[in-house]
């Protein structure tokens, strides 16, 4: 197993950089870089930030010059071709493409991640601040959806063609198909001073002044504006989980060893927990890892702005539209590592809940 390990760790260096390559060559030749973005910002038609420095500290032409008119920038025409160098310069685009690769392949070795190029902080600071979010947001969500979804799942393998099985499967196919967005909106119309109650907060994790309360009173307060965000998450989220576990717990009972320890006249209940629990939930509980990450990865950017939440998913679409280079590849590494480390947790999973699977005598 260790063996396994180390080539599982190893593995992770090629696939880490192959994702990293590949992302970063095709956000270079994508229209609208972080030089567009600061260009429309000073000609006004942008929202980008940290162009107004460079049109104080450079001169600006009137009526534009050839080099300006031929500029590889669009919106550039019109200005002097030293505050474009400028800008150039002050975002790290003077320098050829093969150097600017090989600056972010070392820099991202040493976890250097610089700082991000419209927000003045750095882009580890920038995750620290958004990550309670995310981590709030997809932890419970994903402790809920398996707490639920599990025990459902096994009574309805149990009850399996009864009317049970079926209301419960109408109940999370019909969750399913709403929209967690939309879901959320009915959420704050109801009870978030909509139209008919005003229960619940609309902002943040916590209540303004909560920095000065007694802890039991800021951890109510914390699950207080956590309530209708998990909610809105988790509603979609129980369907392919139950009718996981459901298919998964009926193709262990009717296999010959059920039917033997029937047959010896074992208890239907020590049968399920005893026997068929164990089996039917490998595919289930190690894939927890996956499921934990995949929910914290793709933090949803409608429910982060419908409750005011600033979280992961924001942050990324944001960097997104402005192009902020340094916050789109720093969270894609960081991402990307984890996500192939749980992956590997994942597999070690399997081997404690059934040590009869062994992944390096199967290679």
Known sequence: MAAYIVRRLLLIIPTLWAIITINFFIVQIAPG???????????????????????????????????????????????DPEVIAEIEKRYGFDKPLPVRYGEML??????????????????PALIAERLPVSISLGLWSTLIIYLVSIPLGIRKAVKNGTPFDLWTSTAIILGNAIPSFLFAVILVVIFSGGSFFKIFPLRGLMSVDSA??????????????????????????????????????????????????????????????????RNAMLIVIAGFPSAFIAMFFTGSVLIEVIFSLDGMGLLGFESTMQRDYPVIFATLYIFTLLGLLLSLVSDLMYTVIDPRIDFEARE
């Open 212 to 277: 000065n309360w007694s802890l039991p009173a800021r951890i109510l307060d914390y699950f207080w504006h956590l309530t209708l965000p998990v909610i809105a998450i988790t509603i979609g989220g129980f369907a392919t989980l139950t009718m996981l576990t459901k298919n998964s717990f009926l193709d262990e009972i009717h296999k010959q060893y059920v039917m033997t320890a029937r047959a010896k006249g074992l208890a239907e209940k020590k049968i399920l927990l005893g026997h068929v629990f």
């Open 106 to 123: 070392k820099n991202y070795l040493t976890f250097n991640f610089g700082e991000s190029l419209f927000r003045g902080k750095s882009v």
């Open 33 to 79: 870089g972080p030089v567009d973005q600061a260009i429309a910002d000073m000609q006004g038609l942008g929202s980008g930030g940290g162009a107004e420095r460079i049109t104080r500290s450079g001169p600006r032409g009137e009526g534009g010059s050839p080099e300006a008119k031929v500029s590889k920038y669009r919106g550039a025409r019109g200005l």
